[in-house]
């Protein structure tokens, strides 16, 4: 396109919008140019962290989490899309799974920072200034399971049996797997990192439940004919990553920093995490209906 040609385009662009095209020519030969640290917004991205102690590993802890979200972030960029598009074809579903499998292989694959990368005595004296709060108050981890699946897939073994046989909205999140974390099924009491957390996102879980029901990515691929085994594939690959391989380094890094001695510490957020951050224990699975009914009975014991 030849300069002439533009101009003309930018002229008719301000016409038809009611406004004088020449001011805006006189603004762009003014304007300044746009810098990377203004694009990034790096100096409010790097202002961000801010440690509640002097132990240097602290800030690696702070960040590591921020770059989770980060990714989480990136994660729900494609899961929404993938949620909200019209004709779903085999090549936009590959596109799309294959890209959050890399951002969720990409999680996994870094985990070790928290394992390996911070001191471990100083970490296990930090923690102690964070509580009640808890990576487990993580709300886009719970929108990303919204999206994916229905709540009926959110419910483990024993959620199953407790929960009535057509269960509301709410009913669901009274039984879904999470609320074991925090809540003595016994007493009927939450611990203050449940509490706090459904005080701030219960509200917008419920909301989201309700405008997914029925439109999930789980329920519309059900309905979706013909799948070939690669798409197949690709999305029992993702559902394992998330819901297993995940939730193992997860683990094992809880395990490193609170049970290597054989101590069984407390988590700041107060569950009894070597049970509930099992995954077969949890039984969370986005896409139940392509797994066999044995590898629905082995979640989780083999990675
Ligand atoms: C030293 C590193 C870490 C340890 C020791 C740790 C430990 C724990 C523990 C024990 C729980 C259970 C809830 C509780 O009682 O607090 C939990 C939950 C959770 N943490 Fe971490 N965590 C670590 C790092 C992270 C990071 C980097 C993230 C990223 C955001 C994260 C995200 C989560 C999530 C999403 C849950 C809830 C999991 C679920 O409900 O299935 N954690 N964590």
Redesign the pocket.
Known sequence: MNIENLVNQIKEKYEKLGENPETYLKGLLQAKPINYWDYIEVDTLLSLQKPRTNFKDEEI?IM??Q???LF?KLMLHEIKQVAVEVNYTEEFLMNKFTRIIRYTQM?INS?D???DG?NYDD?NVF?ATLA?A?????A???FIELHCTGLENLMNEAGRERISSNPTTEEYFDHI??KD??LNRKTGKK?L?LTLFEEKYLHQFISLANAMKGKTIADRLNELPNKSEALLNLLREFDHLYNVAW?MV??N??K???DSKNENQ????????KK??MPKF?Q?KFFPAFWSNEEKEKWGESI
Request: proline content about 4%.
């Open positions: 802890f590591y989490h770059v989770t979200e989480l999680l985990f920072i928290m394992k911070m970490y923690r009640p808890s990576g487990f108050q993580s886009q981890f719970r797997y999470w974390a925090g611990n990192t939730p997860h683990l890094t809880a490193h920093y609170l407390q988590a700041t957020g107060g569950s009894e995490w509930y951050l949890q969370r």
